[in-house]
């Protein structure tokens, strides 16, 4: 008889695991997914295009808030939970709910790695906002520098046609626009195209793979939301971003603390803007959960494109939106470099805040005194768009991967922050991959 399987997610290694493990073997019968943390994903369905012929009417997804409902309904066996970034106790609390309706719970990993031929670089944190895109460019950077033919490939985040998304490829910023990028992908994407590189994302990893190898003499798993790297190689290096600004965390998150013990090097980054104690937290716990690991110390300098915009004025910062709200920081550059370069004071948009945006500020009320650059859609835009127009403020500080005045209209004064790994001593990044 099959197992009933419910997976739970947010659209990233849900599919991914359903993909790689579950499309085609005939001992499961997966009936639903459940859908958090991104906006418009749940209503929707897994499509038959892409489930396979085991499942030729897709398969359903709902909100998460009706995982007890489905479970009872569906006679659910086994409860696969396939999203990260989470507290310890928030899974324990998931599992044992689950176990208190009759059901397993499970956690999946290894068996869902695709091996490449390729040798392969995995950058993946410990918590989402740590700087791991950052650590990826200095990856790149290394790597063609000594002539080699770099592709990377990012953690998934496929919020529209899930079918037009199986497999995405961005090498110039038409193709931005060809794949109707949110703003959280664009600020993943829009980076890579910048130097000249190219970078794979989509739904069904095992055709990125297949594609991206065509092209590439290493593969560059560029990881999102600290989840674990999706491929694996005989020829492989395991690159983790710690931050001290979240001390503790790399060992109290899922699955960070998967990634901090399987890491073959460890960065701990923005030295240059964290307390000494919290730094040294981060290295002792290094030393008690992997004390084999080669450890870079790294910074996370930031430059301004106008500090004329910033001192003596009253800023409105707009930071990047997952780092502020399943990332948990209350503070991000923008909040750096306001204070940096003296800012009259900070302005609290929460008043302001319309459609989209006010619901986030409602479900992440430990938000700081700034605007999250929430894009998963059309609609989100052009809330934030309007949110920054209504904000009664002297200048906008841009703190987001990508300058926003390419996607949404900003009708106040406005300057850039941009920031790159800086490591600090030795070893460094091109160290490690000259012995790689």
Known sequence: MKKKVLIMGAAGRDFHNFNVYFRDNEAYEVLAFTATQIPDIDDRKYPAELAGKLYPAGIPIFPEEQLVSLIKKLDIDTVVFAYSDVPHEYVMHKASLVNALGADFQLMGAHTKIKTSKPLVTVCAT??????????????????????????????????????????????????????????????????????????AGVDYG???????????????????????????????????????????EISYYPGETNLRAADVIVINKIDSADFDDIQEVRDNILEFNPKAIVIDGASPLTVTDPSVIRGKRVLCVEDGPTLTHGEMAYGAGIIAAHKYGCADLVDPRDQAVGTIEDTFEKYPDIGVLLPAMGYGKQQMTDLEKTIDDVDCDSVIIATPIDLNRIIKINKPNTRVMYDLQEIGAPTIADVLAKF
């Open 127 to 200: 918590r989402t906002g740590c700087g791991k895109s950052q650590t990826t460019r200095a990856v790149i950077k290394a790597l063609k520098a000594k002539g080699r033919r770099v592709v990377s490939i990012r953690h998934p985040m496929p919020y529209g046609d899930l079918v037009a998304q199986k497999v995405q490829r961005f090498a110039t910023l038409a193709d931005l626009e060809k794949h109707n990028c949110t703003i959280e992908e664009m600020e993943e994407y829009e980076p890579h195209i910048a130097m000249g590189s190219v970078i794979y």
């Open 207 to 249: 055709a990125i793979l297949a594609e991206a190898e065509k092209e590439a003499d290493v593969i560059i798993w560029d990881g999102g939301n600290n989840d674990i790297p999706f491929y694996t190689s005989d020829n492989k290096v395991d690159i983790v971003v710690l931050d001290p600004h979240r001390a503790g965390h």
